[in-house]
Nanobody, 120 residues
Framework: QVHVVESGGGLVQAGGSLRLSCAAS????????MGWFRQAPGKEREFVGS????????YYADFVKGRFTISRDKAKTTVYLQMNSLKLEDTAVYYC?????????????WGQGTQVTVSS
């Protein structure tokens, strides 16, 4: 099982940027994806994007394409979410997860998440 700790959230104005970090520990299998999800108040948790642990291939939800970038540092077992051109609707708690598929990741387990608040 992979244990994750998210950090880097905060308050930012619309149009601004933030970089989130996800420090992972435990057994990360070579076929794993590391992904970011978010949950806004009153809404279900949704997939944001993922990166393959070995190859570094990325995949994003349509609503973040061109604005968010996922990267990873294998030596530090850390995954990053660079968020640019933030919008009010990006306000949410952001979570990191690991798994062999997006479906597997979406089942958790979840860390404490990190709050991102975008203000006008």
């Amino acid at each position: 099982q992979v244990h994750v700790v998210e950090s880097g959230g905060g308050l930012v104005q619309a149009g601004g940027s933030l970089r989130l970090s996800c420090a992972a520990s435990g057994r990360i299998f070579s076929n794993y994806l590391m992904g970011w999800f978010r949950q806004a108040p009153g809404k279900e948790r949704e997939f944001v994007g993922s990166i393959s642990w070995i190859g570094g291939s990325t995949y994003y939800a349509d609503f973040v394409k061109g604005r968010f970038t996922i990267s990873r540092d294998k030596a530090k077992t850390t995954v990053y979410l660079q968020m640019n051109s933030l919008k009010l609707e990006d306000t949410a708690v952001y979570y990191c997860a690991a798994g062999s598929t997006i479906g597997t990741m979406s089942r958790g387990p979840w860390g404490q998440g990190t709050q991102v608040t975008v203000s006008s």
